[in-house]
């Protein structure tokens, strides 16, 4: 008996991972087939209003770089300040907030974003949707920097700290250094994340059918143009779309997968 | 330089504290009209964006007379405002009402699927990876889920709409768009995330205590059962709520499939909306009152998600990292 429910029990186990498995070859195999099938080079050369995907695919990228230009800095210089600096209980409430912020609903981000950079503003511009991603960035590169440099031997710190740097100078000469690969991973998985955005970019930035590097205006993003492609009736926009979904998942875990195997050579 | 950086990291930090603060009173603030003039009601009223005539809507506000007590001075000012534009246009008596029910029950009701879903595939998986797999089998295994994990949103839509949905539409009967098929998607969405942290939280049991189990002649089902479940409990529990708290707010994978239609299931097959769903959808289009009510949705999944995510966190997941 005892026996026989241990085996069932293995089973289940093995068939909820094989489930698992099941859906991530499902999802990939349908984007590849349906993704491959549109794939073609004119894509890459003309724009969203000639048929083509460069304009998306250039202002996706253009969003979340200059999102991580901004996310990134802060994120870290908090996560430094949470680790390094902080003294009471003030740190731990950032830590957890930052924590929360993680969680946060993404299309509550865009709202807020909308109504302090869009409204007032008079319409749709991609410096909100670098905002808005940018916001989404800080808190998980702040939890990233804070526990990767939680791994750094506080023997390190005193043997800079000994040869009379500065604190300032031993966190970034020293302890920066010391965990830098497991942070680059880190600002990568982050990167993967918000350049596969959707939500805070609905109405902030919209999207445009156009070649532009224009923030002040609606900037085409991928993602926002997948979802209106998608529900537009004609089977063309709809293979498009799953053209760029194919595009997207493939950038997407890519960089994800570059982020992990970084670690991992180091480990 | 020392003193400069040291402030310049001080005001980083405080910068999250300060984001969040600010969306919380921006919603706040944009939300206001709508609170003013619908009260806590709006979360009871199922009616989203309805032309009513003014007599009508009185009488719904006179029944519920004491939910009315305990707004007070609100209510109060609002059926004055009513008496008054009666008074004013005797021709347009009629007004918009928005009403936060439906969207609100679909978002608890597409979670509460996802998690009934994903609940006893993630537990199988971490157990999966954290005691059955070898080394090797688990790591790369560990690898794929996380993939999973990394996934965009709107993938899962795509993937769900012209793939997951019909299949179960065909299997349950009614429609492609539903409630259930929303759900279902939105339990693989988490899935990954789930198994995750409860691997996590399996592994930090002890050696000592399952071997002393295994030594004893326990199989790996008890071992799991009466050594590892009671010891990281607390974490897997943890780990669950914080799931639920990140199916409450996500938008695009629910927003392809739960139908977006302002109506309360009547089965599980039904379509229905969910707040994330309902700003997407409506945002574009809404002004005025109608905006308003949106904020008033996003307020209402803002403090839901943070209450959930920040219950989790601080009751059990307080020495994990997660």
């Known amino acids: 008996m005892r026996l026989t429910l241990n085996k069932i029990f293995l089973a289940f186990s093995v068939i909820s991972a094989l489930i698992g498995l099941g859906f991530l070859a499902w999802i990939l195999v349908t984007l590849f087939i349906k993704g491959f099938s549109s794939l073609h080079l004119s894509l890459f050369l003309n724009d969203l209003v000639d048929g083509g995907l460069r304009n998306l695919i250039v202002g996706q990228l253009v969003l979340a770089l200059l999102a991580a230009l901004i996310g990134i800095p802060l994120g870290m210089v908090a996560g430094i300040y949470i680790r390094e600096y902080g003294r009471g209980k003030y740190p731990e409430l950032i830590r957890d907030l930052s924590d929360i912020m993680v969680s946060a609903p993404s299309i509550v981000i865009g709202a807020f974003v909308y109504s302090f950079a869009v409204a007032p503003f008079g319409g749709a511009n991609g410096f ?138 180091k480990k | ?69 305990l707004e007070d001075d609100d209510a109060i000012a609002d059926e004055d405002d009513m008496i ?48 059955i797999a070898s080394k090797n089998i688990s790591k790369y295994v560990g690898i794929a889920i996380e993939l999973l994990a990394a996934i965009p949103s709107i993938i899962f839509g795509m993937w769900g709409l012209y793939y997951f949905a019909p299949i179960i539409s065909d299997t349950f009967g009614g429609y492609q768009v539903s409630l259930l098929t929303a759900g279902l998607v939105l339990g693989v969405m988490i899935l990954p995330f789930m198994a995750a942290v409860t691997r996590d939280s399996m592994n930090t049991t002890p050696d000592v205590l399952k071997e002393s189990a295994y030594a004893l002649g326990a199989t790996k089902f008890e071992v799991v059962k009466d050594v590892i479940f009671p010891f990281s409990k607390v974490g897997i529990i943890g780990s669950i709520i914080l799931a639920l708290g990140r199916a409450l707010g996500e938008t695009m994978a629910v927003a392809f499939l739960i139908g977006a239609v302002y109506s309360l299931p009547e089965t599980i097959t039904d379509p229905t909306i969910s707040i994330p ?46």
């Open chain 1, 128 to 265: 909100a949707g670098v905002i808005a991603l940018s916001i989404m960035m800080i808190p998980i590169i702040i939890n990233t920097t804070d526990s990767m440099l939680s791994l750094v031997p506080k023997e390190l710190r005193e043997a800079g700290m000994a040869l009379g740097a500065s604190k300032y100078r031993v966190i970034l000469d020293v302890v920066i250094k010391a965990a830098k690969v497991g942070i680059m991973t880190g600002i990568l998985l982050a990167f993967a994340r918000i350049a596969g955005e959707t939500a805070p970019l609905l109405f902030t930035s919209e999207t445009s059918n156009y070649f532009s590097l224009d923030l002040t205006d609606s900037f085409p993003s991928l993602t926002v143009s997948i979802y209106n492609l998608a529900n537009e009736p004609e089977k063309s926009s709809r293979d498009l779309a799953w053209a760029a979904s194919f595009i997207l998942t493939v950038m997407v875990l890519v960089i994800n997968l570059f982020g992990r195997y970084l670690t991992r050579n």
């Open chain 2, 1 to 69: 330089m020392e003193k400069l950086f040291q402030k310049i990291s001080f005001s980083s930090a405080t910068l999250v504290l300060i984001l969040l603060l600010g969306i919380f009173t921006t919603l706040f603030i944009s939300a206001k009209p709508a609170i003013a003039e619908f009260g806590l009601e709006f979360i009871t009223d199922k009616r989203w964006n309805q032309e009513v005539s003014l007599p009508q809507t009185k009488t719904p506000a006179q029944v519920a007379t004491p939910a009315q007590n």
């Open chain 2, 84 to 131: 008054l534009d009666e008074d004013d246009e005797d021709d347009s008596m009629t007004k918009t009402v928005f009403g936060g029910l439906v969207p609100i029950v679909g978002t608890l009701l597409s979670t509460l699927i996802a998690l009934v879903f994903a609940m006893p595939i993630a537990m199988g998986i971490a157990v999966f990876l954290a005691e």
């Open chain 2, 277 to 322: 769903v309902a700003m997407a959808v409506n945002f574009g289009e809404a002004s005025g009152l109608g905006e308003s009510s949106l904020f008033y949705l996003g307020l209402i999944l803002f403090i839901l998600s943070f209450a959930v995510i920040s219950f989790a966190k601080f009751y059990f997941l307080k020495r994990t990292k997660v």
